[in-house]
């Protein structure tokens, strides 16, 4: 089983975004028995919160839902129970180093480093726009399963 943790700040904007969309793709692939697919935040914030509205309303846009979805923080001992842990952006990365206390088996990245176009994805509870992070988002997600196809993961 692959087991992926995405990471952002609050858990409830972007790294639910790419839980789900994730699930999403790999459900149409008839691939989720292969698939732990989870998220959380490297802040306290929103812990126990729903997901924001603006990312449930992009998601239901297109035909998934996040329902039942609250945000939780990463810990510690998730970095031995995951095989990636991909944050949104840099800052991210950062935290979640400081949070699992470094990265030995290099299971730590930014979900755009799997993109043609490796960059950071802006946090929309501050930009307000839902539909770039979505876009931005899947291509990651793509990005990912097109790099386990190409290591033979998948």
């Known amino acids: 089983m692959i087991k992926v943790l995405f990471v952002c700040h609050g858990n409830i904007c972007r790294s639910p975004m790419a839980e ?9 692939k008839g691939m989720s028995e292969q698939f732990f697919i989870g998220s959380a935040a490297t802040s306290t914030e929103e812990i126990g919160n729903p997901v924001h ?4 309303r992009k998601l239901r846009s297109v035909g998934i839902s996040c329902d039942g979805k609250y945000a939780v923080q990463l810990r510690k001992y998730d970095y031995n129970s995951y095989d990636y842990i991909i944050g949104m952006e840099t800052v991210n990365v950062k935290n979640i180093l400081k949070i699992v206390e470094g990265d030995p088996e290099g299971k730590v990245s930014r979900l755009l480093d799997y ?3 490796p960059r950071d994805i802006d946090d929309p509870w501050y930009t307000g726009k839902f539909n ?3 876009e931005e988002v899947y291509e990651g997600c793509l990005g990912f ?4 196809r190409k ?4």
């Not at 509205?53 to 449930?56: K, N």
């Open 20 to 28: 789900f969309i994730l699930k999403a793709m790999v459900e149409k």
């Open 53 to 56: 509205p603006g990312t449930v």
């Open 115 to 117: 993109s043609g176009n």
């Open 132 to 134: 770039e992070t979505y």
């Open 145 to 148: 399963l097109r790099y386990l």
């Open 151 to 154: 290591q033979g993961v998948i």
